[in-house]
């Protein structure tokens, strides 16, 4: 008799696992970087995004906060508050406007030349505006171009 209550906590357990979809990462890469303006000391630099949206529904996203990595040193760290949504099982782009204080991840750039890419990595975090998961964790590795 006292496995009954425990067959039906286990039956209503997996039935809300069922109801709760899995949701999968969006996907963020750089698609572009635009150097704004650059000194030993300072550097601007406009950093076109791209997301994939896996998921069936849409993803309204607050902003992001991201540390960007260049050859294994830190190239530039902060938030955004570009406020935008994800369409489901869609894409968006938006612009982040970043201050970066790495000379040596900036040689290490523009030290290439023009059209051969980039390695980085990025992590950080995507802040939604609703819905039960409200904070997203991301690591992307990828390539851009300096133009």
Not at 55 to 81: H, K, M
Not at 129 to 145: C, D, K, N, V
Request: glycine share 8%.
């Amino acid at each position: 008799m006292r496995s009954v209550p425990l067959l039906v906590l286990a039956v209503a357990l997996s039935g809300c696992a069922l109801l709760v979809p899995k949701f999968q990462t969006p996907k963020l890469s750089i698609v572009n970087v635009e150097v704004l303006k650059a000194s030993v000391f300072e550097q601007q630099l406009r950093v076109r995004m791209h997301v994939e949206n896996p998921n069936a529904r849409s993803l309204p996203i607050r902003g992001l906060s991201y540390t960007v990595y260049l050859g294994g040193q830190e190239f530039a760290t902060g938030v955004s508050d570009a406020g935008f949504v994800v369409p489901a099982l869609g894409t968006a782009d938006f612009n982040m406007d970043v201050d970066a204080n790495a000379a040596g991840a900036l040689f290490t750039i523009l030290d290439r030349p023009r059209g051969r890419g980039v390695d980085y990595l990025m992590k950080g975090k995507v802040e939604l505006t609703r819905g039960w998961l409200r904070s997203i964790p991301f690591e992307e590795r990828g390539t851009f171009t300096l133009r």
